[in-house]
């Protein structure tokens, strides 16, 4: 199994910043992508940034330009370095990876427990 651990979230004043930290572990062979998603209250959980294991990065329309993901394939930990928060962005945010565990032939979907993040007006 994967084990995804979150870390960095808390409260922040709108402009303010936050980073969100993630810590894979557990019998990976393989990680081909890793992201953070977000979840509000009464909303579906929506894709914030995702970094494949080529590198290519894909970030939602309302982070764009704000908000940067990155990741330490070594360590196999990611970071969400967010700027200029606003109070929509309050929401938990999930780790998540899809990673090949040893042993395994197919990726599957793995997430954190999430960390809350609140952004006051």
């Known amino acids: 199994q994967v084990q995804l651990v979150e870390s960095g979230g808390g409260l922040v004043q709108a402009g303010g910043s936050l980073t969100l930290s993630c810590a894979a572990s557990?019998?990976?062979?393989?990680?081909?992508?890793m992201g953070w998603y977000r979840q509000a209250p009464g909303k579906q959980r929506q894709l914030v940034a995702a970094?494949?294991?080529?590198?290519?990065?894909n970030y939602a329309d309302a982070v764009k330009g704000r908000f940067t993901i990155s990741r330490d394939i070594a360590k196999n930990t990611m970071s969400l370095q967010m700027n200029n928060l606003k109070p929509e962005d309050t929401a938990v945010y999930y780790c998540?990876?899809?990673?090949?565990?040893?042993?395994?032939?197919?990726?599957?979907?793995?997430w954190g427990r999430g960390t809350q993040v609140t952004v006051s007006s």
């Open positions: 970094i494949t294991s080529g590198g290519s990065i």
């Open positions: 557990g019998s990976i062979f393989r990680i081909d992508a």
């Open positions: 998540h990876t899809k990673a090949v565990l040893t042993g395994g032939m197919w990726a599957y979907n793995y």
